[in-house]
Each structure stands twice: as C-alpha cells, then as structure tokens.
C-alpha cells in the first residue's frame, strides 16, 4: 500500500497579542507586544502512521494541534487534509474526520454533564447511532474500551480522578469513529499502568481501524513507544523530523541531542542526567539567526545571524542546523 | 527515626452515595520527616489526591474524613476549623494540585494573583511583593518574567501555568509541601528544574515534601521514600531504590514492568490485565486478589496490613511469617 499522505502543514504561524493592558501601554508608552507561538512550521502525516512532536513546554506544540483542530485560525500557512484545504468554505465535513483528546482533562469535559452523555455527544451529533439502545451499548462499549465500567455512564466528572477523567476524554474523541487523532499529552495524567494499557489500546485501534495519530508528549520514552516518526519544535519552529528509531539512536540536531541527554535516568546507576544548559530564550524577543544559538554548544557567527531552514538530509530525515548542513557535527 | 513532620494514621476517607458509603483511602498510615521527599505513586483511581487533599484540609464535601488522625509537627490538623485550617495553608503548608487551570484564577493576571498570595503571607509593601513575584517566576522558568506576570491565564502553555503554580504554592516557603502531579505538565529539562527547586526546599529549609506523581523517573530522582497505593489502601512502601529495583508486592512489580523505557522499540508494553476494582465492589481480602497471579487462599478473604518484606514493607500474605 502506497504511504499517501493524510495531513500536510504548509509554512504554518500563528501569532498571538500578548500586549499589557491598554492603560498600562498608554501611561508607560510601551508598543503592542506579540508573540509567534508557531512559526513557519511544515510536516506532513501519512496515513496509519504516528507523528510525535517534542519539545519543551512553550515551544508551540499545543498551538499547532488546536490550529489543525480548527480552534485556533492561522496567522500564515496552509493545512491540508486529504489533499483538501482545510481554510475552504465548504472543508467542514472535512474536520468530522478528526477529533482531538486534550492536555487538560478537567478543563475538557462539560462538568454538567452525565459521562455517557459527554461520550455519546459526537455520536448523536454525527448521527451514527440509529437509535438510543444502540447509543447505550455503543457508550458502554466504549467505557468499556478505555478501562472504565458501563455503570460510571451515570456519573458526573467530577466523581472522578484525574486519570479516569482522561479516559473519559479518550472514549469521547473514539466515539465518533475518527480517521484521524491529535492527541495532546493523552496518557501524562495516567499512572503507568493504564498509561501501558491505553497506548496499547491507541496500538490496536491504529492497526485494525487504520488510525492516523498526531501524538504530543513530554515523555521521550512514550513518544520512542508510539511513534512511527518524531518532530522535535523549538520556540515555533520545527527543528529536526526523523524515524523514531533514527532520531532516538541517531539524533542529528544539537537541540535533539540535548533533549535524548536530559531523560531521567531510572537506574538510578548514580548517573546524574545532563542537565539542560540554559533556559528556553522568551518567545517575545527570540535570538536572530537559530534561535537555538544561546544554548548550543556548535554555534558560530553564522548561526547567530542566519537563520537555518529545514532541508532534507540523506536518509529522509530533516534538520534545521547549520551545523548538520555544513557537515560540521555527523551522527552521535 | 527522627520526629515526623507529617504523620497520618489510620486515614479513612469516605463518600456517602444514594447506593451506600464509599471508601476511597482506607487506614492509611505514614510519616514524613523534615527534609524528606515522599513519592506517592499508584493506579489511577487509588485514592492519591483524595490523601492529599485531606491532609491540606480541602476535601469536598460530601467526601469525608471518617477515621484517623493527620499530625503537623505534632499538632492535629485534621480537625482544625476551616478559617484555622486556611490559615496553615499557604503559610505552612503549601500546595500544588493537579489542574493547574482550576487552580489559577482566568479573570486577574498572573501578577495580580501571586501578589494578592504574597501579601497575604509575607510582610512585605506591594511594589516588593512585585519584586518577589517576579523572582519566584523566574525561579520557576519564566523566561522574562517582568513582561509575563502582566499576562492572564490563558496566555500561557499548560506547563507554563503549572510553573505559576508551583510559583504560588512556594512563595511562602512552606514547611510542608503537597504536590500532586506538580510535573506531569512539564517536559524533561522544566522538570528538572522543579525537582531541584523541591529538593532544595527540603533540604535547605527542611520542608516534608508528600509528593504525588505517576513518573516514575521523577520520583527516582527526587524521592527518598516511596509509598505505593493501590485501591485506597497502602499497597508498599520503602526506601526509592528498593521499591523501584526490588518491588515485593505484586501490584508493585506490574506497576514497574509498564513503565515504557527507551531504546525498546515499538513493541506491546506489559500491561497488568484488569482493572482496579470499583470502589463499591472491592472484593474481601486483599484488593489486588482478581488481578494478582500469586494469590492464594488467604488473600480471598483475610486483609494484609504492611508488614516486613526485604528491604521494604508491604502489604501482600507472600511476606507472612
Ligand atoms: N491564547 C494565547 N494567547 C497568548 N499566548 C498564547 C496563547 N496560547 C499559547 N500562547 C503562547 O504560545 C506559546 C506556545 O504555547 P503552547 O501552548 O502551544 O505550548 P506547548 O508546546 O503546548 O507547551 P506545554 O508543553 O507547556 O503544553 C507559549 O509561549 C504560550 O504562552
Ligand atoms: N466526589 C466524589 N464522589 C465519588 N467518588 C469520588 C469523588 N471524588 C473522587 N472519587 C473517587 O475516589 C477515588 C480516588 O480518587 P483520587 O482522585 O484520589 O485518585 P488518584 O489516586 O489521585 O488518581 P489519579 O492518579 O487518576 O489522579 C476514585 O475512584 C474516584 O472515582
Ligand atoms: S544552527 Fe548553529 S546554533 Fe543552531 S543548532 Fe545548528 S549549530 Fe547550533
Ligand atoms: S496478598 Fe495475595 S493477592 Fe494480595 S498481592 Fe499478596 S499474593 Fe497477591
Ligand atoms: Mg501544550
Ligand atoms: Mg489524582
């Protein structure tokens, strides 16, 4: 089967006005302030594969799920959905196909409402349940699905813990037999084991239904488990795009590496983990040039002044580094 | 062993329902000594945050503490008035809950909220309050912190918010520090930093930190002690390298054989088959009976309590003598 192309992102931004309050500005003389939270960003998902994006918390991977999700519009860019522009009148059924489980299972879930009638909701609107018995055993198979029981259908959400919240989110966004999921950071409130039991379940509804997952994580080692591909964002911008098993054992990008280094180390062998040099620069007021270039151990002039676009290296694999580029730094 | 900061003994944590009395935490015992960083770990569902939300007093009702005492260094605090009790929150108990959305407030700016904290606690004028605010932020993360405490909740990056946060919770420099889930939020290199910014509370200021977590990588790093629940109930509990490297109860060594490490590929993770059970049909015995693949005819209907089993302590008949 040919690997087609489910989703593309087009040169992708989106800014956001960060300004102080208006009085503030006016009696301080200060200028409108924004900030690019997504900037010139491009990656396509193939149908049936998994896309993971990593990065540091701010570097713009939630931004970049609610823009393809369509609850934030686009500053520049285009997004592609089976070949068709997602931004065209007529694109809505389109995003029917797509549903998304969010970061924050409290915030996502309507705490007025019964969970069968949060999970049953995108079916009755989809019109996929021809009447309300098959709604009740298709909620309770879903409950069922994600580790819940059929009775917890009765309750409030608030009856729950945090990740039994999450489940329920994740029985939500399956309910309306989605093509594609953008799942944001799905198992980080789970402990462990049901973490291992709902990636295992995202395993097996990806092989028999042929699910597309965009998958955004802080845990590289979820991320090494799920993915099939991992991009890796720095403040807006993608910075390195390989094969999971490329990028974990080969990472290319200084920025990669360091992330791969900074893993908390559970053999606890005394070890201590590389700690992150520096801090993550304001997305306010970025570096010129790579915007990577306060921290990296590989910068030059030209880093400080040019900015590094992202080109394809032999092997499929893309990076955004002069470095890399000129060939300065190879493989690890 | 040193005197506790935290001692909680025999917690009962109950909800009354229409269909009957549920019991979330069940004699829960364990201390915490000054300077100690406490893991929490366990299934979801089993009564972590329910615990820490009794110890810092904001149990919602109709939950219920039923049984049991909580000691802060020696003082009774479970049965404290809710004015006595939110007196000792935020000054000497600080806390970091799970949503980090709920607990900031989206109509005032990040500034506008850690300084109405801070002057509540610390003697300070309002432009120093300010100061301090903008220091804690940066102490957390913030990158330009001077521009960024202007901005609302919802400017921020879930991670963001978690760190403001933590921010608030630690502006008093408590004594006791509760963090449930404080960096499930955050990636590795913001974690870190959090972590060291809680072991250097303990350790400078001799803070008890309970801190609850499903990363285990975390609580390698972090932790001195670790308890294990499971169903509401101590499962084990014990120094951080033995529960990690030689778990003994078997919900402890399922939990550990889940966690995804890296360099192992794609493959199936092992999973513990089943589910906790429901909080209304806990089966006698020990709870992990209808998963556990050691179980034998005592656990179906006596009930373990921690006892002494290598370097640890669980609650799990394997270890009985
Ligand atoms: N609605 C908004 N208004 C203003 N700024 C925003 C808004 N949403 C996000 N931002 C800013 O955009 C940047 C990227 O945020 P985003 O939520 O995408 O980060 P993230 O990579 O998902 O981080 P985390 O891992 O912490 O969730 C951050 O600097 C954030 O403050
Ligand atoms: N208001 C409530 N009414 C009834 N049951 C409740 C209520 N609040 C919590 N519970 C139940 O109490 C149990 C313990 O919840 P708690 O939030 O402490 O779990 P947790 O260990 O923190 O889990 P997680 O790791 O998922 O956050 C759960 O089974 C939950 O369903
Ligand atoms: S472009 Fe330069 S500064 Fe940026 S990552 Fe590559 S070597 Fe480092
Ligand atoms: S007491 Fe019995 S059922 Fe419970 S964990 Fe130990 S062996 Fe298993
Ligand atoms: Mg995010
Ligand atoms: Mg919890």
Sequence with gaps: MPAETLLELVDVGREFDVSRPWLNRVLEGEPRRSLQAVDGVSFSIRRGETLALVGESGCGKSTVARLIVGLYTLSRGRILFDGADLADPGSAPLRRRMQMIFQDPYASLNPRWRVRDIVAEPIVAHGL?????????????????????????????????????????????????????????????????????????????????????????????????????????????????????????RPRHPYTRMLIDAIPDLEMSGKSRTPVAGEVPSPLTPPPGCAFNPRCPHANERCRTERPVPLELPGGRIAACHAVQEGRIGDL | MTESLLSVRNLRVEFPTRRGTLVAVDDLSFDIAPGEVLGVVGESGAGKSLTGMAIIGLLEPPGRIAAGEIRL?????????????????????????????????????????????????????????????VELLAEVGIPAPEIRIDNYPHHFSGGMRQRVVIALALCARPRLIVADEPTTALDVSIQAQIIELLRKLARENGAAVMLITHDMGVIAETADRVAVMYAGRLAEIGPVKDVIHAPQHPYTSGLMRSIPKLGEGRETLAQIDGAMPRLNAIPPGCAFNPRCLKRFDRCMHDRPSPMPAGATEAACWLYAR
């Design chain 1, 129 to 249: 349940a021809p009447d309300a018995k098959a709604l009740a055993a298709r909620v309770a198979e879903l409950l069922t699905q994600v580790g819940l029981a059929p009775e917890d259908g009765e309750r409030f959400p608030h009856e729950f813990s945090g990740g039994q919240r999450q489940r329920v989110s994740i029985a939500r966004a399956l309910s309306s037999n989605p093509e594609f999921l953008v799942c944001d950071e799905p198992t980080s409130a789970l402990d462990v084991s049901v973490q291992a039991q709902i990636l295992n379940l995202m395993k097996d509804l990806q092989q028999r239904l042929g699910l597309t997952y965009l998958f955004i994580s802080h845990n590289l080692a979820v991320v090494a488990h799920v993915a099939t591909r991992v991009g890796v964002m720095y403040l807006g911008r993608l910075v390195e795009v390989a094969d999971a098993k490329t990028l974990f054992e």
């Design chain 2, 73 to 133: 260094e020696g003082e009774r605090i479970d049965n404290l008035s809710p004015e006595a009790m939110r007196r000792i929150r935020g000054k000497r108990i600080g806390a970091i809950f799970q949503d980090p959305l709920t607990s900031l407030n989206p109509l005032f700016t990040i500034g506008e909220q850690l300084v109405e904290t801070i002057l509540v606690h610390l003697d300070l004028n309002e432009a120093q309050a300010r100061d301090r605010a």
